[in-house]
């Protein structure tokens, strides 16, 4: 009954997860909208094509909790990043430019110095350079 009303209301996808597989031996299932009835996608990740997203069961740590999940993934099943990674990968990203920009320094002081020192030599040289 609850699926002929979401089909009257012309939603498009509906998912099911049931971890502890009380209702079906699958713990994920989900649905598409087709010709105002819900058709079950059999396949192990749902792509929902309009939206270039997909679901899939994911086991991992979130949150400091490790479990399985669903997760949201791009339409080939990449996994789309949480905040908390997102996060962590522009930080890192970040340091990584820092210490980047701390090694081209490095070798801009030490240019620096060679120069110098070059200057020095051709002074004592007479050599106004």
Do not use: C, N
């Amino acid at each position: 009954i609850k699926l002929k009303g979401y089909a009257k209301l012309g939603i498009t996808f509906y998912i099911i997860y049931d971890p502890e597989e009380h209702l079906s031996s699958k713990p994920l299932r989900a649905y598409r909208l087709v010709s105002g009835r819900y058709e079950l996608d059999a396949s192990e990740l749902s792509v929902f094509e309009p939206l270039g997203l997909g679901v899939r069961i994911w086991p991992g740590t979130y949150e400091d909790m490790s479990q399985t999940w669903l997760r949201w993934t791009t339409a080939d099943g990449q996994l789309l990043k949480t905040g908390k990674e997102r996060a962590s990968a522009a930080e890192q990203r970040a340091d990584e430019a820092t210490q980047r920009a701390d090694e081209e320094k490095a070798r801009a002081d030490q240019a620096e110095r060679e120069s110098e020192q070059l200057r020095a030599k051709l002074r004592q040289m007479g050599i106004d350079p």
